[in-house]
């Protein structure tokens, strides 16, 4: 029981918001490039692990508490689907990198001469399907009771009080950005560059097909978009996020009564009151004027050293007009752990505050 504790202890730790993004964006990044884990050996031995790990979680109190609310099962097991197909993608992208080292043409090629009839190939697939997942909601309503509530009543505010699962990540990113930056702008930019990928590097190569060797730029990017800055942050609001919002482990009791005190604190006081040990400026361009200059560097300096430096080769194939929009958006994308990661560390709050025009970055 000593071990087991330790464990779960261990757990808890690693389970605090800036080592679970760290380690999961490491994590991440290391097992694309990992051969043997996209191999049929290795997708059993990762289900074999994940499957244990759950089952073993779900031993504890605290855990299953959580885990079996109702509008939490979904999560589960959408979490399940995601990984499941995010192993068989990679699986057959390697599939084909393998094929094409050999002179062979991608597995999606010699699928593409394969004809079925939709009648009644296809239809009877779709009846089945129909049947099966109609029998499994069925079931599903039956012994998962709706977790409906009584109407909303501002006398008593659920504590959390968390939207649906799919806008947890926007509610997630409040706490780093103003609700405007958070809810609107980060999410359209993110979608739209995700989108974008492909028509701002426009490589023929994996077009149609699986394929990592070809795509590995474009691959992380999107998983990284994907995983990190939509499903991990959607976890982290389900399951990490308890009473007064603050984070609790896994395996740790959610007490309302645990209080985290705040000092939230901005670019400019950093620079003037702490740095330089003289009251904020009363003009606002002054007093922003540090903020300013981050994004400024950030948005405009930055790409152009990356352009000479790390993305030498993308600026040289895109040319400069493409490079540019894709070097802001990708580092706008990025802007999101960064500005969690100066929170976590610093109880940094904007790194531009123009309260004069309701302008926060």
């Not at 950005?177 to 590097?201: H, N």
């Not at 190569?205 to 990592?212: A, L, P, S």
């Not at 194939?317 to 894709?326: D, E, H, S, T």
Request: aromatic share 16%; net charge neutral.
């Amino acid at each position: 029981m000593e071990l087991v504790d330790a464990f779960k202890a261990v757990v808890n730790w690693l389970s605090s918001p800036s080592i679970l993004v760290t380690a999961t964006i490491v994590g991440l990044v290391a097992a694309l490039f990992w051969k043997p884990l996209w191999s049929k050996r290795g997708g059993v031995a990762l289900a074999i692990i994940s499957g244990g790990l759950l089952l073993f979680s779900y031993t504890d109190s605290n855990f299953r508490a959580i885990a079996t609310i109702p509008d939490n099962v979904p999560i589960l097991i959408m979490l399940g689907l995601v990984g499941f197909f995010l192993w068989y993608s990679m699986h057959q992208a390697y599939e084909n990198d393998k094929r094409i080292e050999k002179g062979l043409p991608p597995i999606e090629k010699e699928d593409s001469d394969k004809k079925v009839f939709s009648w009644p190939d296809l239809v009877y697939v779709e009846l089945v399907c129909l049947v099966i997942c109609s029998v499994i909601m069925i079931v599903w309503s039956v012994y998962l009771k709706a977790p409906l509530e009584e109407p909303a009543n501002p006398g008593a505010a659920p504590n959390p009080a968390k939207a649906p699962w799919y806008f947890l990540g926007l509610q997630e990113l409040l706490v780093y950005f103003d609700p405007w930056m958070a809810g609107v702008v980060l999410p359209t930019l993110i979608i739209v560059g995700l989108m974008a990928i492909p028509y701002i590097d426009t490589n023929p190569r994996g077009n149609g097909y699986y394929t990592f060797k070809e795509r590995k730029f474009e691959i992380i990017a999107f998983t990284f978009g994907f995983v990190i800055l939509w499903v991990v942050l959607i976890v982290l609001g389900t399951f990490l996020r308890g009473p007064n919002w603050n984070f609790f482990g896994p395996y740790e009791y959610w007490d309302v009564n645990k209080l985290e005190p705040l000092n939230n604190i901005n670019v400019s006081e950093i620079f003037w009151v702490k740095l330089f040990h003289r009251p904020l400026p009363m003009n606002w361009l002054i007093r922003e004027l540090p903020g300013f200059g981050f994004l400024a560097f950030y948005m405009g300096v930055l790409p152009l050293l990356l352009g000479k430096t790390v993305f030498r080769r993308f600026y040289e194939k895109m040319g400069p007009l493409r490079y540019f929009v894709g070097a802001n958006l990708f580092l706008i994308m990025m802007l999101v752990p960064v500005k969690m990661y100066l929170r976590w560390a610093f109880n940094l709050k904007y790194i531009l505050y123009l309260q004069e025009f309701s302008f926060n970055v």
